[in-house]
């Protein structure tokens, strides 16, 4: 499933998550958002405004309560949990504030885990491709190594090779800095945008003002409701 006719690879549609309750908590409400190829975008908001929760929608990893997720034009929303798993291997990386490694497995059978589950490829092929992504990301002596003896920032550079294993089109980022120093942190940045520069769509939750002025758009949440969606850019005009 691709977009290659101008069809956003993402599009949100009035897209609500609500949890039931005596009081019923409303998580995200009313977003509409589209996701362009090769776009990079942050969202951003206080603590419980929502961030998280609308990446997990966009990510088919919760369903929503109202409103649909088109992936490159197909509504999702009635799709099976088996078919809605197919479209996250495939089409979709995920990359967390904690990089969740298997710390029994080296850094390269980490990077390794989403093709063995996706089972296209022979042994000697995911081989390969877990170690170009690892050289790609400037860690190519680092394919034996085993998490514990990782820095925070090549633990999470091997959990951005993991998301890219199956080549997918979205990249989803959670807090992706949250437990790295400022140096880790820009650096992880810089390759999210790269991967967008390479034609992937990215979208990363932060709390980080600095980091944030690195993407090209930005979407401001606020007890779940969008406030202001544009250029990043036009952010800091206003904070200015």
């Known amino acids: 499933m691709s977009a290659t006719d101008g069809t956003p690879v993402l599009q949100a549609q009035a897209l609500g998550r609500v949890l039931p309750g005596q009081v019923p908590t409303i998580l995200v409400s009313d977003v509409d958002a589209v996701f362009a190829p090769g776009s990079f975008t942050v969202i951003t908001g206080p ?8 990446l997990y929608l966009l990510g088919l990893l919760d369903r929503p309560t109202t409103g649909e997720l ?7 929303g009635a799709l099976s949990d088996e078919a809605r798993a197919g479209l996250r291997l495939w089409h979709f990386g995920f990359v967390f ?5 298997l710390p029994e497995f080296t850094v390269a059978d980490n990077v390794m885990l989403p093709m063995r589950e996706a089972g296209r490829l022979t042994a000697g092929q995911m081989r390969a491709r877990a170690r170009a992504l690892l050289g790609a990301l400037d860690m190519p002596d680092l394919e034996t190594k085993r998490p514990d003896q990782l820095s925070g920032g090549e633990r999470q550079r091997t959990a951005i090779a993991r998301a890219l294993a199956n080549d997918p089109a979205v990249v989803l980022a959670d807090e992706p800095t949250g437990a790295l120093d400022t140096r880790n942190g820009r650096a ?3 390759i999210l945008r790269a991967l967008a520069r390479q034609g992937r769509t990215v979208i990363t939750v932060t709390h980080d003002e600095a980091l944030a002025a690195m993407a090209d758009r930005r979407i401001a949440l606020l007890d779940g409701r969008v406030v202001a969606d544009g250029a990043a850019s036009s952010f800091l005009r206003s904070a200015g």
């Open 47 to 54: 603590s419980g405004s929502g961030k998280s929760s609308l």
């Open 70 to 76: 088109l992936l490159a034009g197909q509504p999702t």
């Open 97 to 101: 504030q904690f990089h969740f490694l």
């Open 188 to 190: 992880v940045f810089t």
